[in-house]
Nanobody, 116 residues
Framework: QVQLVEFGGGLVQPGGSLRLSCTASGSIFSISAMGWYRQAPGKQREFIAAITSGGSTNYADSVKGRFTISRDNAKNTMYLQMNSLKPEDTAVYCC??????????WGQGTQVTVSS
């Protein structure tokens, strides 16, 4: 079992920045990759970014160049630095963890609202 807890959401003005964190606990040795997704009201869940245990990263085109995913293995924590935020980035952001056994675990989500 893997437990994930996100922090860092909130209200920010367009053009501003936020950093989300996702801390894993439990069977963290089994995690092969972690990622971020978001879901806006009335829309499907959208992939944002992912990072493997080896540090390889992947981004959705919609956030490439604005968002940066990273992880601190010593703290069992993954981050999403979000810059140049736009109103269309407003959504509930969730982190996930994929284990070597092929299971996916999800955090509870954190709300990000970009508005003036």
């Amino acid at each position: 079992q893997v437990q994930l807890v996100e922090f860092g959401g909130g209200l920010v003005q367009p053009g501003g920045s936020l950093r989300l964190s996702c801390t894993a606990s439990g069977s963290i040795f089994s995690i092969s990759a972690m990622g971020w997704y978001r879901q806006a009201p009335g829309k499907q869940r959208e992939f944002i970014a992912a990072i493997t245990s080896g540090g390889s990263t992947n981004y959705a085109d919609s956030v490439k160049g604005r968002f940066t995913i990273s992880r601190d293995n010593a703290k069992n924590t993954m981050y999403l630095q979000m810059n140049s935020l736009k109103p269309e980035d407003t959504a509930v952001y969730c982190c996930d963890a994929l284990t070597i056994g092929g299971r996916t675990y999800w955090g509870q989500g954190t709300q990000v609202t970009v508005s003036s």
